[in-house]
């Protein structure tokens, strides 16, 4: 079946630098979902993609769906310490509605 | 607008106790389902309902029930907890399918089973 990887699992960010987070598909996706949850909180969508290498950017975060529509990148500039959370990729399985998410990665933040 | 309301915000059971996580939402939404999130495991579908009456297994359903006897509402039911269900749960909601099916979460339910 559908498998939804994500990577990294961490990443160490010193404030102000860049990163990206990568998701990964075995099949070609319908959409592709991203969601952040903050310490303590619960996860809250960000944004969706469903077309083949659409590019989104909300302020300093700029998410990609590949051509393929196999796999998706998170890429935060400028990291600041409001960017300290998970972020988690989701995608729709075999039915409607049935989202897979990825692990996560978990983002630490070194002012 | 109160959005997903999840109670108990934390719960403590003994193995083989029985209790029932309460999830309620006033958006009208179509589709609402269960999560668990376990560390490095992400959230994992438990159950999951498409509208009233209607409802299916996710990923991980063993141990769990649910039923959806109103839009509104969608409980998930520990029959007998085993440690292993110690997790957070999450519910959520979203309107029907399509580019507008983005999830709403409750604030989680921490369940520790000892």
């Known amino acids: 079946g559908q ?12 404030e102000g630098e860049d990163f990206t987070t990568y998701c990964n598909s075995s099949t070609t996706l319908s959409n592709i979902q991203w969601y952040k949850q903050r310490p303590g909180g ?13 590019v989104k950017k909300q302020k300093r975060l700029t998410f990609q769906f590949g051509e393929a529509k196999k796999n998706s990148s998170l890429h935060i500039t400028a990291t600041q310490t409001t960017d300290v959370g998970t972020y988690f990729c989701a995608a729709p399985t075999d039915s409607w509605g049935k989202l897979q998410f990825g692990a996560g990665t978990q983002v630490v933040v070194t002012p | 607008n109160a959005g997903v309301t999840q109670t108990p915000k934390f719960q403590v059971l003994k193995t083989g106790q029985s209790m029932t996580l309460q999830c309620a939402q006033d958006m009208n939404h179509e589709y609402m ?9 992400g959230l994992r579908l438990i159950h999951y309902s498409v509208g009233a009456g209607i409802t299916d297994q996710g990923e991980v359903p063993n141990g769990y029930n649910v039923s959806r006897s109103t839009t509104e509402d969608f409980p998930l039911r520990l029959l007998s907890a ?28 921490q369940l520790s089973v000892l």
């Not at chain 1, 619960?42 to 659409?54: A, T, Y």
Request: glycine letters at 10%; proline letters at 6%; hydrophobic letters at 30%.
């Open chain 2, 82 to 109: 085993a440690p292993s269900q110690t997790s957070v749960y999450f519910c959520a909601s979203s309107y029907s399918g399509g580019e507008d099916e983005k999830l709403f979460f409750g604030s989680g339910t």
């Open chain 2, 33 to 41: 389902s269960w999560y668990r999130q376990d560390p490095g495991m």
């Open chain 1, 42 to 54: 619960h996860p809250v969508f960000l944004i969706q993609l469903v077309k083949s290498g659409e």
């Open chain 1, 3 to 14: 498998q939804v990887m994500q990577i990294p699992q961490y990443q160490h960010v010193q």
